[in-house]
C-alpha cells in the first residue's frame, strides 16, 4: 500500500508540473514603476500565425496585463500570415488576444510585407481603413507607417503631421527595421534614408519594428532609439548576427513582447519571453533638447 501510494504521490507530482503554464511558473517581477497617470502599452509583431506558440505568449500577455495593466498594444506588421477570411482573422488573432481584447485592450496595427491591405478595414486593428496613421495617448503621440510603400504621399503626411505636433514623446511604428543586426533581413536601408532624416528634424524618439523574428535593442542613432519586437509568432533562433555594431542587447532563441510605460520625461521597458522570464529591461530619458521645445 506504502509502495503503491508513493506512486501515486509521484504521478500526482508530475502531471502538476506538466500542468504549469510558463506564466504560472515563471513570472516575472514587474520593473516597471505604474506611475499614476503614466502611458502603458504593449509592442509585439509577427504574430499572425494562429500557433501554439503563438497562442502561450498570448497567455503570458495576459498574465502580465494583470500586474501590468496596460491599455493599448502596438503590431510592427505582419499581423496575418496567409490566408485572411473572416476564421482566419478569429483564429490568429482574436481568439490569441481574447482575454486581452475583453479587457478592453486595443490593437493599433501597421501593415508588414505579409499582410494585405484591407487589412486596414478590420475593425480590431483600429486603422479606421488607413494604411498609415496617428494618434495620442496624453503626452505620446504614435505614427503607425506603412514601410511597404513609402511613397510621396506618405512621407508629404508624415512631414506636414510631424511639423504642427508638440507632442512630448513622438513614437513611429512600422514593419521594416531601418537599423537591423539580423543575419536574413539586415537594415532596411532605403527606409533609413527615407525616414531617418524626417525624424532627425521633427523629433521622433523612438521607433518599433518587427520583420526579424527576434527581439533587438539598437544603440542610439542620431539620437533615436530604435527596437525590433518581431518575435510574437516564430522565433529565428540564432538570427542576430554576433559582431554587428549596431546591437546593445538582442535575444534570439525564444518569442517575446514588449511592456512600455511613459510617465513624464522617462520611458520605462521590459521585454517578456515566452517562458515568462525578463530578457531586457531599461529607461530612456529625453534629451534636454527635446524637454525645451516641449516646453514653449
Known amino acids: 500500500m506504502k509502495s503503491q501510494s508513493k506512486f501515486l504521490s509521484i504521478v500526482s507530482l508530475i502531471f502538476f508540473l506538466l500542468s504549469s503554464s510558463p506564466a504560472q511558473a515563471q513570472m516575472s517581477e514587474i520593473t516597471l514603476p505604474l ?77 508588414g510585407n505579409h499582410d494585405e491591405s484591407n487589412q486596414r478595414f478590420y475593425e480590431l486593428f483600429n486603422m479606421n481603413g488607413n494604411e498609415y496613421f496617428n494618434f495620442k495617448k496624453d503626452c505620446v503621440s504614435f505614427y503607425s507607417l506603412n514601410s511597404n510603400y513609402m511613397d510621396r504621399r506618405q512621407l508629404e503626411w508624415l512631414n506636414n503631421t510631424l511639423a504642427t505636433d508638440d507632442s512630448k514623446w513622438k513614437i513611429a511604428f512600422f514593419h521594416h527595421p531601418p537599423y537591423s543586426s539580423g543575419k536574413r533581413h539586415g537594415s532596411s536601408e532605403d527606409i533609413r534614408e527615407a525616414l531617418e532624416p524626417i525624424f532627425v528634424k521633427y523629433g521622433v524618439n523612438v521607433v518599433f519594428t518587427g520583420h526579424e523574428h527576434f527581439y533587438e535593442r539598437i544603440k542610439p542613432q542620431k539620437g533615436i532609439f530604435y527596437f525590433i519586437t518581431g518575435a510574437g509568432g516564430k522565433i529565428r533562433s540564432g538570427g542576430i548576427k554576433k559582431d554587428s555594431d549596431f546591437t546593445a542587447k538582442g ?31 531599461g529607461k530612456i530619458a529625453l534629451p534636454q533638447k527635446a524637454l525645451t521645445k516641449a516646453a514653449k
Open 35 to 111: 506611475k499614476d497617470g503614466s502611458v502603458r502599452f504593449l509592442a509585439v509583431g509577427d504574430t499572425g500565425r494562429g500557433n501554439d506558440d503563438q497562442y502561450e505568449l498570448g497567455r503570458v500577455m495576459a498574465e502580465y496585463h494583470k500586474k501590468f495593466p496596460f491599455e493599448f498594444a502596438i503590431l510592427t506588421g505582419d499581423n496575418i500570415y496567409g490566408k485572411e477570411k473572416a476564421r482566419d482573422m478569429k483564429e490568429k488573432f482574436e481568439d490569441v488576444y481574447r482575454p486581452l481584447l475583453d479587457q478592453g485592450v486595443k490593437f493599433y496595427a501597421s501593415l
Open 251 to 281: 535575444f534570439d532563441t525564444d518569442l517575446s513582447f514588449m511592456l512600455v510605460e511613459i510617465a513624464g520625461d522617462e520611458m520605462f521597458f521590459q521585454v517578456i519571453a515566452k517562458s515568462g522570464a525578463t530578457v531586457d529591461s
